[in-house]
């Protein structure tokens, strides 16, 4: 469908078990482009009944328009940090959306757009945490969806996280960055669908 | 993208927050309440930001004492109010019986979740339309109002208080779980952007007082306890002394004077937004986070050339018929999207005064209606 005047939405879902810091990730995202680069965002969530280790995903709308819908209709990115959040809900994005996985914990692809980094990997031998693996993958989505100011998401992270943590928490954050720089998303396939799908839907 | 700039007062808030933000500003300076989701951060705001503005923050036993506490406080003179979701609001119905016989202003939040019971505790619903409205027992006035996004989640809010001070009555304020726990990035109003009202206090003196008298509007001037003006209050039906009586012309014009209060304010209290509505042939009516789905079902269905419209409901009870029966008149059908079994549908069906279709879209699975579903049903009318 073309995308009319009052419609361009950027659609992020932030996806894994709960634990994981998933929507802190996205409240975070959400502070630097609504607070710091003033526009329109909208950040919802949905959890079960369990603190921890139930399905968890959070979810992000941008435009520079005023949100009606508040939750993600068709995503653009989609990030996941486990098999079952991956396998769930690849299907929710668009055909030339972004799935980024996180591969130490993803292991089987569903499409070959994908952009797989060792989110959990990079925390725990080069952080030196795996709790800031969420922070990671920020970096990494706030540089491939090209909808935030970087600086500002820095600021952002800064300004939420515990007293005492903003060193290890801007690293984990750089080192995402930095990760997902080393990646060209023009030698990727353009669609998340199989070309003979595509073809033949 | 835009250079690196912090945009100036502007905050990352939860509906829930600025619920909180708005009672502030509302003049609010008492909560009792006790936790439950997904209406708790109401409570844990308010526990941090009371105490700073010399207010009282009481987290109760149960909603039963909430609500007593918060009836306690408003008639000692505070703005006061409690948050809390189907189970609790549940409890609250007896007490809220003693608020609106009693005339006893308070601002009551629920932020409702799957129901009936503990239901279903994380998801959202707006299965207590009916019960905010009919909960408590026997004929009473109330106002419920219902909010859609962060934004309304404060200056409702404020309304909400602004009602209750002005009607002496009691103001349901339904949140639900989707706007209660959506964020957005919102500059809320300034201290001199807020209209606040206060309930009028006796001016006469103390011995001339008739604390259930009403005045040109029906609504007694209220005393705060410890302000010197003696008076009783009581959950039975009471004379202008404020005492029970058995004297049928004393109980019936008790009962007309509540009614009319509310009946005399309905200008100001009955309030909607309209969107496309000028030339809608096929009109959607819905309220509060359903109303953002509905928005946006109404534009695709204005890009595939059918003339819709949107009226959102704000005020639910009492029902905002003067806005709804004359856009009935101008429809062919009207669509009524509700996450319940169809609540609100069965007051428009009540207003309707012709032969307007009107049509349910009900879902209570526990996930939050899409404007494709909604548009998928439009086009169809």
């Known amino acids: 469908m073309k995308q009319q005047d009052g419609w361009e939405r950027y659609e992020i879902r932030f996806s894994g078990s709960g634990g994981q810091g998933l929507i802190t990730a996205a409240v975070v995202f959400a502070e630097a482009v609504g607070v710091y680069d003033g526009r329109y965002v909208c950040q919802t969530q949905s959890y079960g009944p369990e603190a921890r280790g139930g399905k968890s995903k959070a979810e992000v709308v941008v435009s520079d328009h005023p949100i009606d819908y508040p939750k993600a209709l068709e995503l653009d990115l989609l990030l996941a940090m486990n098999q079952a959040a991956c396998d769930a809900y690849f299907y929710d994005l668009k055909k030339n959306g972004i799935l980024v996985v ?19 990997g990079i925390a725990r031998d080069e952080i030196g945490r795996v709790l800031v693996a969420n922070m990671v993958a920020l970096g990494a989505i706030g540089l491939l969806s090209g909808q935030v100011n970087l600086d500002n998401l ?8 515990p007293k005492g943590t903003e060193e290890m928490n801007r690293d984990a954050l750089r080192r995402g960055i930095e990760e997902a720089g080393k990646i060209d998303l023009d030698q990727l396939p353009r669609s998340v669908m199989n070309e003979d799908e595509e073809e033949y839907p | 993208m835009s250079e690196p700039e912090q945009t100036p007062g502007r905050q990352l808030l939860q509906g829930n927050e600025a619920v909180v933000h708005g009672a502030l500003a509302a003049g609010c300076r008492f909560f009792a309440g006790y936790p439950i989701t997904p209406a708790s951060e109401i409570a844990e705001h308010l526990s941090v930001l009371l105490p700073a503005v010399d207010g009282t923050f009481i987290q109760m036993e149960d909603e039963i004492a909430s609500i007593g506490a918060v009836i306690g406080a408003s008639l000692a003179g505070v703005k006061a109010m409690t948050a809390t979701s189907g189970p609790g609001f549940s409890l609250m119905q007896e007490n809220l019986g003693f608020a609106c016989v ?12 799957g129901g009936p019971s503990t239901g279903l505790p994380t998801s959202p619903a707006q299965g207590d339309v009916q019960m905010a409205r009919w909960g408590t027992h026997g004929d009473h006035p109330i106002v419920v109002l219902a909010v859609s996004s962060v934004l309304d989640s404060f200056s409702i809010t404020v309304k909400a208080f602004n009602i209750s001070e002005k009607y002496r009555v009691p103001v349901i304020l339904l949140s639900d779980e989707v706007v209660a726990h959506t964020r957005e990035a919102v500059r809320l109003p300034g201290r001199d952007e807020v209209k606040v009202m206060d309930r009028i206090r006796p001016s006469m003196p103390p011995d001339w007082y008739r604390p259930y008298e009403g005045d040109n509007r029906g609504v007694p001037p209220m005393a705060a306890f410890g302000d010197g003006y003696r008076h009783h209050v009581t959950g039975l039906i009471h004379d202008e002394h404020g005492y029970p009586t058995q004297n049928r012309k004393e109980i019936e014009g008790f009962h007309e004077r509540m009614a009319g209060k509310i009946r005399r304010g309905f200008a100001d209290i009955q309030m909607t937004r309209g969107f496309h509505t000028r030339d809608a042939e096929v009109l959607v009516i819905a309220y509060g986070s359903v109303a953002r789905s509905a928005l946006r079902a109404v534009e695709e269905a204005r890009r595939q050339g059918m003339r819709a419209g949107l009226l959102q409901l704000i005020t639910l009870f009492p029902f905002p018929r003067a806005t709804v029966t004359p856009l009935l008149k101008q429809c062919r059908a009207v669509l009524v999207p509700e996450m319940n079994m169809g609540q609100i549908s069965r007051e428009v069906q009540r207003v309707n005064q012709c032969d307007c279709r009107v049509v349910k879209h009900n879902r209570v699975d526990g996930e939050f209606i899409t404007p494709m579903e909604i548009t998928r049903v439009l086009l169809k009318l």
């Open chain 1, 102 to 120: 996180d591969s130490t914990l993803v292991e089987q692809f569903p499409t070959s757009r994908v952009i797989a980094i060792p989110f959990t």
């Open chain 2, 102 to 113: 009693a005339e006893v202003p308070c601002v009551i939040v629920n932020v409702m979740r």
């Open chain 1, 154 to 161: 820095e600021k952002a992270l800064l300004a939420r996280v």
